[in-house]
């Protein structure tokens, strides 16, 4: 049986705040309105992690169907 994941991660900064949940990237600045863009595939997602959060992602062939199970659910439940 395979469990659901769930994917979350917040960086924050004095000037900025970073975050990803429910399919979406977002970033925060003071006085601005939230910059939100959806993850389109899994790709998107490790770039993200990569570039904006600095995570090292490891080479386990379970991560990438783990990430996109994690799309499907989180673009399914605001549909």
């Not at 469990?3 to 600045?29: F, H, K, M």
């Not at 939100?36 to 379970?62: A, C, I, N, S, T």
């Amino acid at each position: 049986m395979r469990l659901p994941c769930q994917l979350r991660a917040s960086l924050t900064w004095p000037d900025w705040r970073r975050t990803i949940g429910s399919g979406n990237y977002t970033e925060y600045r003071p006085g601005q309105a939230p910059d939100k863009r959806p993850l389109h595939d899994v790709g998107d997602v490790r770039e993200v992690l990569q570039q904006r959060f600095g995570m090292q992602l490891p080479d386990d062939p379970r991560l990438d169907p783990a990430i996109n199970d994690w799309r499907q659910r989180s673009r399914a439940s605001i549909l």
